[in-house]
């Protein structure tokens, strides 16, 4: 089938091919820059003390730039959901399949044995400790092993299998008598390729056949080199400077082709273009699967440009939910004194681990020291971290050894740490009208009452700001219950009702 590339692919793919590749090297210069930030206190410069929520935003409605939290990318929250979670989503969300040809059956397993591997291949999968195919692996497996090979869109939220359930039936293909590249795995960064990479190498432990070469920074060939392994995981950079800049490898003898993290890919400047050059050296006969955690028009153009006659395999994501979470609110007159109610909060309330919203960085820095201050052991997750950085702090928090974690909304949405048991809101979330920013909230809070557990959330407001939480009340439908400062001690026993 004849690939049509929309026109503002086919100007990109026809600029000049060093330009492209300076701009490629860029980004992933860029998206791995250290920040050199020191994580110890020593000698560090005081922080300065917050900014008042009515000051937020400027004149023209959006925080000042050494104020607001910056946002991290895409590719950045997909590596720390990747590395901090520690199995998979146990959802019972729905799976809908639409096929190109409704006549042809479809069918699911339910464990590995059915799908006919090689003992050794199986072997690698138990080995990694999966015992059963989760929901997705129940229906894409089967589809993406069977003869003849079909090409794959899948949908499903993070932690739901999708990295085993392509590294799986991409392994599957590996012919041993190939000394040749057969199966190509695009992931949009260093990091995330690095990600699939240890997943795959673990996987072919026990099959001497399968041999991986990494197309990712750092990693340099001879000229005329000839790549002989069968498996190539790499950046769309890289991968493309190899095949069409060196000829490592022919493109055209590609018979599996993985593109990853589709939504990052298409929310990455540049990326999107590479993918879909590399894309057009593919043989007619290649099998595609791509794989995303969102569903939006944005990427389903790009999976169309990439993927033809495909099988398309959703899995809805489930929807957070305020029914297992206890709400709570504490009216206070200032930031020092909503400092005081939260140090008698930690000191009555039994807490596994809590994790603190502020609307801004510089709040939460200064939060961090005056808690440290005071004793407490805690850990401060900010948009000032590199990727390193915030990854290590959220290992450290996971694993118990911070009871506390201090952050701004680059950690509401997707990482999910099971023991949290209690979230607050040091401040109330707002948008850039001074609205209450509710799906906001919503992330926020969502961090406690997981996997079916009760959860407590506490509100530190003051007087100027009770509009803000009555707007949440009314958007949810859900009383937030007021809690005097002279009832903090009674808090624990309330939420037990």
């Known amino acids: 089938m004849k690939l049509i590339v929309p026109l503002v692919y086919q100007i990109t793919i026809m600029a000049d091919l060093d330009d492209w590749a300076a701009q490629a090297d860029l980004q992933e210069r860029n998206a791995l820059a250290m920040n050199n930030l020191s994580l110890g206190s020593g000698a560090a410069a005081a922080i300065p003390p917050p900014v008042p929520p009515e000051q937020y935003a400027a004149k023209n409605g959006v925080a000042t730039a050494d104020e607001e939290d910056e946002n991290i990318d895409a590719a950045e929250l997909s590596l720390m959901q990747k590395i901090v979670r520690t199995h998979l989503v146990n959802t019972t969300a729905d799976i809908t399949v639409q096929h190109k040809d409704p006549n042809s059956p479809l069918y699911s397993v339910k464990s590995f044995e059915e799908l006919n591997l090689r003992p050794e291949l199986l072997k690698g999968v138990y080995g990694m400790g999966f015992n059963s195919p989760s929901k997705i692996q129940e229906t894409a497996l089967p589809i993406l092993i069977a003869d003849p090979p079909v090409n794959l869109i899948a949908q499903s939220q993070s932690g739901t299998g999708k990295t085993a359930a392509f590294v799986l039936s991409s392994l599957s293909r590996v012919d041993p008598n190939l000394k040749y590249p057969h199966v190509l795995v695009l992931s949009p960064t ?112 790009f999976a169309e440009c990439i993927v033809p006659d495909p099988i398309i395999i959703r899995l809805k994501k489930e929807e957070e939910s305020l029914d297992n979470i206890k709400q709570y609110y504490i009216v206070c007159k200032s930031q020092d004194e909503k400092f005081e109610a939260l140090c008698n909060v930690y000191g009555t309330v039994s807490i596994g681990q809590a994790m603190i919203f502020c609307h801004t960085k510089r709040t939460a820095a200064w939060l961090s020291e005056k808690m440290s201050k005071e004793g407490h052991d805690v850990a401060l997750l900010s948009g000032d971290l590199t990727v390193e950085q915030r990854i290590s702090v959220l290992n450290r928090f996971r694993e118990g050894k911070e009871k506390v974690l201090i952050t701004t909304n680059v950690c509401a949405r997707g990482i999910d740490v099971e023991q949290v048991t209690v979230v607050i809101n040091f401040d109330l979330p707002i948008n850039q009208n001074k609205e209450a920013d509710c799906e906001t909230y919503l992330h926020r809070i969502g961090r406690t009452g997981r996997f079916g557990k009760v959860g407590l959330a506490i509100n530190m407001v003051e007087h100027k700001t009770m509009h803000i939480l009555d707007q949440i009340e009314q958007h949810f439908g859900k009383k937030i219950v007021k809690v005097d400062a002279n009832e903090i001690d009674d808090l624990e026993k309330m939420s037990k009702r």
């Open 190 to 301: 260093y990091e995330l390729a690095v990600q699939t990479g240890k997943v795959a190498s673990k996987m072919a432990e026990f099959c001497p056949h399968i041999t991986f070469k990494f197309a990712i920074r750092g990693e340099n060939l001879e000229r005329g080199h000839k790549i002989t392994d069968p498996v190539i995981i790499g950046t769309p950079g890289k991968v493309y400077d190899w095949a069409m800049k060196y000829r490592f490898f022919d493109l055209k003898k590609i018979s599996v082709f993985v593109l990853d993290e589709a939504d990052v890919m298409v929310s990455t400047q540049g990326y999107e273009d590479q993918s879909i050059r590399i894309h057009k050296q593919l043989g007619p006969k290649c099998q595609m699967m791509l794989f995303s955690a969102t569903y939006s028009d944005d990427v389903m153009q």
